[in-house]
């Protein structure tokens, strides 16, 4: 550690800020106008970098570098334009969570259109013309390209406040955030606002990823990695806040400048490796903001729209005798499934993938249904329940039978302790504190070499004896998970249940009537986790193995996905989107190298034709039916 390391690593922090800012600035914009939680911004970022280089090929290196660093992003922001033209200007309707589902798909689709024009090799762009060199600072070498970034950022949000503050269209903008209903009955066209904002966002992410050329190379994985740091930022500096995307896009690389610095510290003769921090160091200052500061560092508190407040959910109505006749129906076929398809072995592999995750979509949608309470880290849980069941299993204290029904215990401690803070919360702001936690745990799970087997996971977690025929560990599945499934559907219809959907309908009355809204809603998410862990248990034991993609962003945004697939207002719900996300995977996976844009494409339909979920629009297809049969 010296001085002249440290300068040197906090300007790297500025330069990486002021990239961070682009791609954050875009996303405020959006999200403050348009309500969405754009997924696929992450996408423009990566088409912003990968359409620089071909750009900078087509156009040679030394006079066509700069050019295309400005052209990219017009492409980009053109490209953002005709995707809310051709999709999200048609679900703006839709429950916000759907729109964020139809995001999500886009990831997919953009991730294999770059994949079939650029290929999955990284490509390595250019170093800039005029900016090749470094200066010397304090005896130590710092690129002239990154001192270039570090005056971007504070020029672009000079000029984006200057489009805000000191023209008709800034007016605009500020004036959708705040009141979108109201701009609209003024004469706003509003539709055309939408699509100008978004590909204004667009632009900035594309010019995010542009600039990025000479620094690092353009790969597939840059999307998903840009838009996690991207909410953070967004986040801490306050939804909808462009000088608070800047103020925070700053903390958090000084932060992370510093831990690089310090590297390994001995304290008390411990040996603390400050640089695996960066890693996590943006969750952890996400977790802090959100509990000090709900709304962020320069954020306000969210105003509800006048098209959704009110808005209540039908209630949930006990099952009909029908429904329960067909229940029983699937349940006895299940069961004889390992008779009927005796000479596939595989099916039982798949069914016993699909029950696992028919129980996990299950317990996310007790709370965000019933609940209200959305959730973008539920994986944790899961994967708490998975290391718990591998790690009692491998102490060989415990019978796998015992592992199995005492891993939960570890997910419902996990909950326990981050529903207390999260359920302080609400909204986005909720939803990111729990991807925050989700983060921390994995990255726990990670760096613990000694105890989880770091990013290696641990291997030789199998049942016990009278469970290795395949055919007996699908039966105890089928059992563990239909119980669980049958406990979640009856505390929906227990007092805990209806005190679970008056907080969400109404918190101000739930508590006039005397319900503790947080405390109901703390157990709602323990129980939850608990029952996640239970997921994870089986899921740990049926593969053998468990490793840190059981906490992932990615296996929670599944869980999402399948929720909001089988449509959130239906109690069968989750377990058609989980059934439906399974079959989807394993099908498309195997028989084609674009299978993301497949999924994606088939995930885009659906929320098109069925924005209440597939579920959903069955139930309301069979209240027509019945309706049309009623004389």
């Known amino acids: 550690m010296s001085f002249s390391g440290l300068i040197v690593q906090l300007l790297n922090g500025l330069a990486s800020a002021s990239s961070l800012f682009l791609v954050a600035a875009g996303l405020s914009l959006i999200f403050g106008v348009t309500r969405v939680v754009n997924f696929a911004h992450g996408s423009f970022y990566m088409v912003g970098i990968y359409v620089a280089y071909s750009l900078v090929e087509r156009l040679g290196d030394t006079w066509g570098f700069w050019p295309a660093l400005l052209l990219a992003p017009l492409v980009v922001g053109m490209l953002g334009a005709v995707i809310e033209l051709v999709l999200l200007r048609r679900i703006y309707k839709a429950p916000e969570l759907f729109q964020l589902l139809a995001t999500f798909a886009l990831v997919l689709v953009i991730k294999d259109a770059a994949l079939w024009i650029w290929g999955p090799d990284e490509l390595l762009g250019p170093r800039a013309p005029g900016f090749k060199g470094a200066v010397d ?279 326990l302790l981050f529903g207390w803070f999260a359920v302080r919360l609400s909204g986005v702001y909720l939803a990111m504190l729990t991807l925050a936690f989700a983060q921390i745990t994995w990255a726990v799970v990670f760096q613990w070499d000694s105890v989880t087997g770091g990013s290696n996971g641990i291997t030789g977690v199998w049942p016990a004896a009278w469970l290795e025929d395949r055919r007996m560990y699908y039966a105890l599945t089928l059992v563990l998970v239909g119980l669980g499934l049958w406990a979640l559907r009856r505390m929906l219809f227990s007092p805990f249940g209806y005190a679970m959907r008056a907080g969400r309908d109404s918190s101000l009355r739930a508590d006039a009537i005397g319900i503790a809204v947080p405390r109901v809603q703390w157990a709602a998410f323990t129980i939850a986790g608990t029952v996640a862990g239970l997921a994870g248990a089986l899921y740990a034991f049926s593969k053998g193995s468990i490793s840190p993609e059981s906490l992932s962003v990615g296996k929670s945004v599944d869980g999402l996905v399948m929720v909001l697939l089988g449509g959130v207002q239906t109690l069968a719900g989750p377990v058609v989107g989980a059934a439906t996300f399974t079959w989807l995977h394993d099908t498309v996976a195997r028989n084609t190298d674009y299978w993301r844009a497949v999924r994606g494409g088939t995930i885009l339909l659906l929320v098109l034709l069925f924005p209440q979920g597939i579920a959903g629009a069955a139930q309301q297809l069979a209240q027509r039916l019945r309706g049309r049969d009623t004389p």
Request: aromatic residues 8%; charged residues 10%; glycine residues 10%.
């Open 137 to 415: 600072i304090l005896g130590r070498q710092f690129p002239t390209y990154d001192l270039l970034l570090i005056v971007v950022g504070p020029l672009v949000l000079g000029l984006v406040w200057q489009l805000l503050t000191r023209t008709r269209f800034g007016t605009l903008v500020r004036a959708a955030t705040q009141d979108r209903e109201m701009v609209s009955a003024l004469g706003v066209n509003q539709a055309w606002l939408f699509t100008a904002v978004f590909a204004l966002g667009a632009l900035l992410a594309g010019l995010g990823g542009a600039l990025q050329l000479p620094r690092e190379p353009a790969t597939l994985e840059m999307d998903l990695n840009t838009i996690g740091a991207a909410f953070v930022v967004v986040v801490v500096g306050g939804m909808g806040s462009i000088p608070g995307a800047y103020v925070a896009a700053l903390l958090i690389a000084q932060i992370k400048a510093v831990c690089i610095w310090l590297g390994v510290v001995e304290l008390w003769g411990t040996a603390l490796s400050f640089s695996k921090l960066t890693l996590v160091v943006d969750f952890l200052v996400m977790a802090v903001v959100l509990v000090w500061r709900p709304w962020g560092l320069l954020g306000r508190p969210q105003a509800a729209t006048r098209a959704t407040a009110g808005l209540q959910e039908q209630p949930l109505r006990r099952a009909s005798r029908t429904y329960g006749l067909g229940v029983a129906a699937l349940a006895v076929l299940l069961a004889a499934v390992p008779w009927l398809a005796a000479e596939a072995p595989y099916t039982l592999v798949l069914l016993i993938d699909l029950l696992v995750a028919a129980l996990f979509a299950a317990s996310l949608h007790f709370i965000m249904g019933p609940a209200g309470m959305h959730s973008f880290g539920h994986a944790a849980y899961f994967g708490l329940g998975a290391y718990g069941a591998a790690l009692l299993a491998r102490s060989n204290l415990v019978p796998m039978e015992a592992a199995l029904l005492l891993a939960p215990l570890a997910a419902a401690a996990g909950a």
